[in-house]
């Protein structure tokens, strides 16, 4: 059910990223939770269906498709697992910020590997003393002939440890956004290491590390475009991560929704089934409404990036409030309709409440999307 009618190539699209999700993603998600463990195999395995690179250009090995098709995939890949649907998501980021804004050679270089998830991508923003406030960041990066010398740590770096290349916000000049630049540091440059997986409480089957540079030396021919771009770089690949992580919300509490569906046809109290009390209905009628709703708001917003409309940030930060929001409440709306069974790991439930609640901090918190949609309002 949904408000649009998608048309039959999109379709097709979101049934293939169902199909992988309910046969190599779902069945293992819990284990994977339980053990922390990343399943790079399967990306992989969704990358040569042409989830590496999902908006990258055909010319280097990306399927050249639309937000709106990303939004699809990453709803549905997130009907199996939430978390390793966002991993995805992010490393499409990164490799997106490579087709958009590195040079030929660049792109012809990363991209095909990346494309097809031999070489994993990771985002390096947030910093220990800097996350909403991300201008201020201050690893430097120092030029020393055809090198940059790196010294710095990055904070919360979602694949690190695991990833190839680390794309990675650096500051070269004055403080501010525009005194920083944006290099692909890969992991086996000199003087990069990382910090130990943090304990979590959800996202487990992805791992979260800092990253720490101590005279890391990165050629100059890693920088993505000019000096002082950096900021605008790292932006504009959170308008479309934005979206995807709000698309992960809807898929994960749609599984949650389906699974009181399913828990409620079955389970009986006062000598009815639960789905036949009214007032229990109506919390199910609530939920389905409120994730129709941030399903229009996010395709409206995926679609308005695609045509590069001028309001297209703040309607992206205004689909990954409303949506990260939305499925956070309504998957644990769903873990009360399991009663005491939404608490044990093994009905799947509390893993979904668990993985959603990150979304509603990460990519820019939820406060920080106000900002920014307070900001077009206000004009200030
Ligand atoms: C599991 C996980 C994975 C992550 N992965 C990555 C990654 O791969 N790459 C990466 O770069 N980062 C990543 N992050 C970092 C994430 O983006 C930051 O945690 C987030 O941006 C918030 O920054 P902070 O934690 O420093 O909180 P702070 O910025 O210190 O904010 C603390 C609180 O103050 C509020 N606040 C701050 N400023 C304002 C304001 N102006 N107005 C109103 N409220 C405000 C915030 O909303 C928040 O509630 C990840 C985080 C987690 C938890």
Not at 234 to 245: C, S, T, V
């Amino acid at each position: 059910m949904t408000l649009f009618t998608l048309p039959e190539d999109q379709i097709a699209i979101r049934d293939m990223a169902r199909s992988f999700a309910a046969e190599r993603i779902a069945p293992h998600a819990l284990d994977w939770d339980a053990r922390k463990h990343f399943p790079l195999d399967v990306l992989r395995e969704a990358a040569a269906l042409g989830m590496g690179g999902i908006y990258v250009s055909e010319e280097h090995g990306g399927s050249g498709l639309t937000r709106l098709d990303a939004a699809l995939i990453f709803e549905a890949l997130s009907l199996g697992c939430p978390t390793v649907a966002a991993f995805l998501s992010i490393h499409n980021m990164a490799a997106w910020m490579i087709d958009r804004f590195g040079s030929e050679t660049q792109r012809a270089r990363l991209l095909p590997g990346l494309c097809r998830m031999d070489q994993v991508a990771a985002y390096c923003l947030t910093e220990p003393g800097s996350g909403s406030d991300a201008a201020s960041l201050r690893t430097t990066a120092r030029r020393d002939g055809d090198h940059y010398i790196l010294d710095g740590a990055k904070q919360f770096i979602s694949g690190a440890g695991a990833a190839d290349c680390y794309v990675t916000m650096v500051r070269t000049g004055e403080a501010g956004p525009k005194g920083i630049s944006t290099l692909v540091v890969p992991a086996d440059a000199p003087g990069l290491s990382f910090g130990p997986n943090e304990r979590k409480m959800g996202w487990n089957a992805q791992p979260t590390r800092a990253v720490i540079f101590e005279g890391c030396r990165v050629p100059v021919e890693n920088r993505l475009g000019e000096e002082g771009i950096g900021f605008r770089i790292a932006m504009a690949g959170l308008d479309g991560g934005r979206l995807n992580i709000g698309a992960c919300s809807l898929g994960g509490a749609q599984a949650a929704l389906d699974k009181s569906l399913a828990y409620m046809a079955e389970r009986k109290a006062f000598g009815k089934r639960l789905d036949e009390f009214q007032a229990l209905q109506f919390r199910l009628a609530d939920m389905a409404t409120e994730l129709e709703a941030a399903r229009a708001l996010l395709y409206g917003a995926a679609a308005s990036l695609d045509r590069k409309d001028p309001d297209a940030t703040q309607r992206s930060a205004m689909a990954k409030r409303f949506a990260t929001d939305t499925g956070f409440r309504v998957a644990n709306e769903a873990l009360q309709l399991h009663g005491g069974y939404g608490y044990l790991s093994e009905y799947g439930v509390e893993k979904i409440v668990r993985d959603l609640r990150v979304h509603q901090i990460l990519e820019g918190t939820n406060e920080i999307m106000r900002v920014i949609v307070a900001r077009g309002l206000v004009g200030n």
